[in-house]
C-alpha cells in the first residue's frame, strides 16, 4: 500500500490549495481516508476524513467551512481543497488510510494503518 500526498506549497493568507492524496494497493472505496498536519513544535493533529463506504465526513472545528474534504473512487484519490487559508494553517499534511474506522474514531491517529509521506503547505505573505 502506498499513499502518496502532493499539492502542497507557498500560498498568501486567504488564498487556497488544493491537496491530493493517490492511493495504490488498496480499494479507496473500502477505506477511510484522512488528513493530518503537523506544524514545528507541535503534535499532530486531525484535519478531516472521508469514509466513501458509508458516505461520511468528518472535518476538524479549526478548519470547519475553510476546507473540504472529497474523493475520486475511479481514481483511488482523495482531495483536501484549502481555501482561506490562515499562518496557523501552515504544516506538514499528511494523508492517512485505515479500513473499519469507527465514526467516534475518524479523528484518530493510531486508527489509521497507512501513511503518506506529507506535503508542506506554507501560509506566508
Known amino acids: 500500500v502506498q499513499l502518496q500526498a502532493s499539492g502542497g506549497g507557498l500560498v498568501q493568507p486567504g488564498g487556497s490549495l488544493r491537496l491530493s492524496c493517490a492511493a495504490s494497493?488498496?480499494?479507496?472505496?473500502?477505506?477511510?481516508v484522512a488528513w493530518f498536519r503537523q506544524a514545528p513544535g507541535k503534535e499532530r493533529e486531525f484535519v478531516a476524513a472521508?469514509?466513501?463506504?458509508?458516505?461520511?465526513?468528518k472535518v476538524a472545528d479549526a478548519v470547519k467551512g475553510r476546507f473540504i474534504i472529497s474523493g475520486d473512487n475511479a481514481k483511488n484519490t482523495a482531495y483536501l481543497q484549502m481555501n482561506s487559508l490562515k499562518p496557523e494553517d501552515m504544516a506538514v499534511y499528511y494523508c492517512?488510510?485505515?479500513?473499519?474506522?469507527?465514526?467516534?474514531?475518524?479523528?484518530?491517529?493510531?486508527?489509521?494503518?497507512?501513511w503518506g509521506q506529507g506535503t508542506l503547505v506554507t501560509v506566508s505573505s
Open positions: 492517512a488510510a485505515g479500513d473499519r474506522i469507527i465514526l467516534s474514531r475518524m479523528s484518530v491517529a493510531a486508527a489509521y494503518d497507512y
Open positions: 494497493g488498496l480499494t479507496f472505496s473500502r477505506y477511510t
Open positions: 472521508i469514509s466513501r463506504s458509508r458516505g461520511s465526513t
